[in-house]
Protein backbone atom coordinates (compact mmCIF):
# COMPACT_ATOMS: atom_id res chain seq x y z
CA UNK A 1 0.00 0.00 0.00
CA UNK A 2 1.61 3.44 -0.96
CA UNK A 3 1.09 6.20 1.19
CA UNK A 4 1.03 9.93 0.39
CA UNK A 5 2.09 12.88 2.40
CA UNK A 6 0.35 15.90 2.57
CA UNK A 7 2.73 19.18 1.36
CA UNK A 8 4.08 20.92 4.30
CA UNK A 9 1.77 24.13 3.94
CA UNK A 10 -1.24 21.43 3.66
CA UNK A 11 -0.14 20.03 6.87
CA UNK A 12 0.58 23.47 8.56
CA UNK A 13 -2.85 24.44 7.72
CA UNK A 14 -4.55 21.26 8.89
CA UNK A 15 -2.79 21.51 12.07
CA UNK A 16 -3.73 25.43 12.61
CA UNK A 17 -7.17 24.56 12.08
CA UNK A 18 -7.21 21.60 14.60
CA UNK A 19 -5.57 23.71 16.72
CA UNK A 20 -7.99 26.82 16.30
CA UNK A 21 -11.14 24.25 16.92
CA UNK A 22 -9.45 23.19 20.61
CA UNK A 23 -9.11 27.38 20.94
CA UNK A 24 -12.50 27.61 20.05
CA UNK A 25 -13.87 24.31 22.59
CA UNK A 26 -11.85 25.56 25.54
CA UNK A 27 -13.10 29.30 25.25
CA UNK A 28 -16.89 28.29 24.77
CA UNK A 29 -16.63 25.51 27.61
CA UNK A 30 -15.34 28.53 29.88
CA UNK A 31 -17.79 31.04 28.97
CA UNK A 32 -20.40 28.82 29.07
CA UNK A 33 -19.62 27.61 32.29
CA UNK A 34 -18.70 31.01 33.94
CA UNK A 35 -22.37 32.13 32.42
CA UNK A 36 -24.04 29.75 34.29
CA UNK A 37 -22.38 30.37 37.50
CA UNK A 38 -23.10 34.04 36.98
CA UNK A 39 -26.51 33.62 36.38
CA UNK A 40 -26.56 32.07 39.98
CA UNK A 41 -25.40 34.25 41.68
CA UNK A 42 -26.80 36.66 39.93
CA UNK A 43 -30.66 35.45 41.00
CA UNK A 44 -29.05 35.49 44.74
CA UNK A 45 -27.07 38.94 44.81
CA UNK A 46 -29.30 40.84 42.62
CA UNK A 47 -28.24 44.72 42.39
CA UNK A 48 -24.64 43.83 43.27
CA UNK A 49 -24.30 41.10 40.75
CA UNK A 50 -22.86 42.98 37.84
CA UNK A 51 -19.40 42.89 39.09
CA UNK A 52 -19.74 39.05 39.47
CA UNK A 53 -20.65 39.17 36.12
CA UNK A 54 -17.66 40.81 34.91
CA UNK A 55 -15.44 38.01 34.11
CA UNK A 56 -17.37 36.26 31.93
CA UNK A 57 -16.81 39.61 29.34
CA UNK A 58 -13.47 38.90 28.42
CA UNK A 59 -14.37 34.98 27.61
CA UNK A 60 -16.94 36.81 25.80
CA UNK A 61 -14.55 38.92 23.76
CA UNK A 62 -11.59 36.45 23.24
CA UNK A 63 -14.25 34.49 21.75
CA UNK A 64 -15.47 37.28 19.36
CA UNK A 65 -11.75 38.51 18.86
CA UNK A 66 -10.53 34.75 17.74
CA UNK A 67 -14.41 34.13 15.13
CA UNK A 68 -13.09 38.15 13.74
CA UNK A 69 -9.50 37.19 12.90
CA UNK A 70 -10.55 33.54 11.57
CA UNK A 71 -12.76 35.55 9.53
CA UNK A 72 -10.72 38.07 8.09
CA UNK A 73 -8.25 35.50 7.08
CA UNK A 74 -11.05 33.65 5.52
CA UNK A 75 -11.89 36.48 3.67
CA UNK A 76 -7.88 37.43 2.36
CA UNK A 77 -7.53 34.10 1.44
CA UNK A 78 -10.80 34.00 -0.72
CA UNK A 79 -9.70 37.49 -1.95
CA UNK A 80 -6.18 35.91 -3.65
CA UNK A 81 -4.21 37.46 -1.06
CA UNK A 82 -2.51 34.39 0.18
CA UNK A 83 0.87 35.34 -0.57
CA UNK A 84 3.74 32.64 1.10
CA UNK A 85 6.43 34.38 2.54
CA UNK A 86 9.58 33.19 4.61
CA UNK A 87 8.66 31.93 8.26
CA UNK A 88 5.85 30.49 10.17
CA UNK A 89 3.18 33.15 9.40
CA UNK A 90 1.53 33.83 6.01
CA UNK A 91 0.84 37.26 4.76
CA UNK A 92 -2.81 36.87 5.32
CA UNK A 93 -2.11 36.21 8.50
CA UNK A 94 -0.64 39.27 9.75
CA UNK A 95 -2.62 41.52 8.10
CA UNK A 96 -5.78 39.67 9.33
CA UNK A 97 -3.93 39.93 12.87
CA UNK A 98 -3.19 43.45 12.12
CA UNK A 99 -6.96 44.41 11.08
CA UNK A 100 -8.47 42.78 13.91
CA UNK A 101 -6.17 44.51 16.23
CA UNK A 102 -6.87 48.10 14.50
CA UNK A 103 -10.38 47.38 14.57
CA UNK A 104 -11.37 46.48 18.03
CA UNK A 105 -8.56 48.72 19.37
CA UNK A 106 -10.64 51.46 17.87
CA UNK A 107 -13.64 50.07 19.03
CA UNK A 108 -12.38 50.12 22.63
CA UNK A 109 -11.31 53.35 22.07
CA UNK A 110 -14.67 54.72 20.93
CA UNK A 111 -16.48 53.18 24.25
CA UNK A 112 -13.99 54.73 26.16
CA UNK A 113 -12.85 58.34 25.17
CA UNK A 114 -16.22 58.96 23.27
CA UNK A 115 -18.89 57.36 24.17
CA UNK A 116 -17.48 56.95 28.23
CA UNK A 117 -19.17 53.56 28.13
CA UNK A 118 -16.85 52.10 31.17
CA UNK A 119 -19.05 49.53 33.51
CA UNK A 120 -18.80 51.18 36.91
CA UNK A 121 -18.30 47.87 39.10
CA UNK A 122 -19.80 49.14 42.48
CA UNK A 123 -22.65 51.83 40.85
CA UNK A 124 -24.23 52.01 44.50
CA UNK A 125 -20.77 53.94 45.32
CA UNK A 126 -21.07 56.40 42.74
CA UNK A 127 -23.09 58.88 44.41
CA UNK A 128 -21.08 58.44 47.90
CA UNK A 129 -17.54 58.80 45.97
CA UNK A 130 -19.10 61.87 43.77
CA UNK A 131 -19.82 63.28 47.79
CA UNK A 132 -16.33 62.74 49.28
CA UNK A 133 -14.71 64.39 46.23
CA UNK A 134 -16.57 67.48 46.12
CA UNK A 135 -16.38 67.65 50.23
CA UNK A 136 -13.05 66.54 50.34
CA UNK A 137 -11.98 69.80 52.02
CA UNK A 138 -14.02 69.32 54.61
CA UNK A 139 -12.69 67.53 57.90
CA UNK A 140 -13.70 63.99 58.31
CA UNK A 141 -14.13 62.18 61.17
CA UNK A 142 -14.55 57.99 61.46
CA UNK A 143 -16.75 56.77 64.03
CA UNK A 144 -15.74 53.22 64.09
CA UNK A 145 -15.50 50.04 66.48
CA UNK A 146 -11.76 48.54 65.97
CA UNK A 147 -12.92 45.06 67.36
CA UNK A 148 -14.77 45.57 63.80
CA UNK A 149 -11.91 47.70 61.73
CA UNK A 150 -12.14 45.34 58.83
CA UNK A 151 -15.13 47.08 57.89
CA UNK A 152 -13.23 50.51 57.15
CA UNK A 153 -11.91 48.74 54.36
CA UNK A 154 -15.30 48.12 52.89
CA UNK A 155 -15.12 51.79 52.28
CA UNK A 156 -11.74 52.87 51.47
CA UNK A 157 -12.32 54.50 48.19
CA UNK A 158 -14.68 57.09 49.93
CA UNK A 159 -11.93 57.59 52.34
CA UNK A 160 -9.00 58.07 50.49
CA UNK A 161 -10.44 60.97 48.91
CA UNK A 162 -10.15 62.90 52.51
CA UNK A 163 -6.60 64.12 52.50
CA UNK A 164 -7.18 63.29 56.54
CA UNK A 165 -9.36 61.34 58.14
CA UNK A 166 -9.55 61.21 62.10
CA UNK A 167 -10.73 57.96 63.89
CA UNK A 168 -12.47 57.68 66.96
CA UNK A 169 -14.02 54.66 69.02
CA UNK A 170 -16.98 54.56 69.19
CA UNK A 171 -16.55 53.17 73.03
CA UNK A 172 -15.06 56.24 74.09
CA UNK A 173 -17.38 59.23 74.47
CA UNK A 174 -14.78 61.48 75.89
CA UNK A 175 -14.85 65.09 74.34
CA UNK A 176 -12.99 65.47 71.22
CA UNK A 177 -9.71 68.45 71.71
CA UNK A 178 -7.83 68.34 68.40
CA UNK A 179 -7.91 71.54 67.17
CA UNK A 180 -9.00 70.70 63.59
CA UNK A 181 -12.17 69.24 64.88
CA UNK A 182 -13.03 72.14 67.15
CA UNK A 183 -11.60 75.00 64.92
CA UNK A 184 -13.35 73.32 61.72
CA UNK A 185 -15.86 75.25 59.86
CA UNK A 186 -17.73 72.09 58.04
CA UNK A 187 -17.33 68.25 59.18
CA UNK A 188 -18.37 64.55 57.22
CA UNK A 189 -18.89 62.30 60.18
CA UNK A 190 -18.64 58.99 59.11
CA UNK A 191 -20.06 56.44 61.36
CA UNK A 192 -19.44 52.32 60.95
CA UNK A 193 -20.52 51.49 64.92
CA UNK A 194 -24.11 52.69 66.40
CA UNK A 195 -22.89 51.90 69.60
CA UNK A 196 -23.17 55.93 71.17
CA UNK A 197 -24.30 57.54 67.91
CA UNK A 198 -26.54 60.13 69.39
CA UNK A 199 -24.20 60.99 72.59
CA UNK A 200 -21.16 61.62 69.75
CA UNK A 201 -22.75 63.85 67.22
CA UNK A 202 -24.25 65.83 70.43
CA UNK A 203 -20.77 65.70 71.63
CA UNK A 204 -19.45 67.13 67.68
CA UNK A 205 -21.86 69.74 68.70
CA UNK A 206 -20.49 70.67 71.81
CA UNK A 207 -17.17 71.09 71.31
CA UNK A 208 -17.20 72.57 67.75
CA UNK A 209 -18.97 76.81 67.97
CA UNK A 210 -18.47 77.10 64.70
CA UNK A 211 -21.15 74.49 63.45
CA UNK A 212 -24.65 74.70 64.48
CA UNK A 213 -26.34 71.55 63.27
CA UNK A 214 -25.93 68.18 61.36
CA UNK A 215 -28.11 66.36 58.84
CA UNK A 216 -27.37 62.49 57.64
CA UNK A 217 -26.66 62.83 53.67
CA UNK A 218 -27.05 59.02 53.44
CA UNK A 219 -27.02 55.64 55.31
CA UNK A 220 -25.65 52.78 53.59
CA UNK A 221 -25.43 49.31 54.77
CA UNK A 222 -22.56 49.34 57.47
CA UNK A 223 -22.09 53.17 56.85
CA UNK A 224 -23.52 56.80 57.74
CA UNK A 225 -22.73 59.67 56.79
CA UNK A 226 -23.67 62.74 58.60
CA UNK A 227 -22.40 66.64 57.46
CA UNK A 228 -22.38 69.28 59.93
CA UNK A 229 -22.33 73.17 59.55
Known amino acids: MRHFRLPATEEKTISGRRGLRVAYGVLLFGTVGYFLVGSKVALLAYAPSNRYEMPVYPLLLALVILLTDDLL ?20 EKIAAVLCAVLFLGLTCKGLFVDHRVLFLYPENAARLAYARTHREDTAILLMNPAVSYRVWHYEDIFMNYPRLFFADTANTSDFTDPAICNAKALDVYVTDPRNQKELLQMILRVN ?11 ADTLRLYHFE
Open 209 to 219: PHVSGYQEIYT
Open 73 to 92: RSLLQEIGRRVAIPGEKRAE
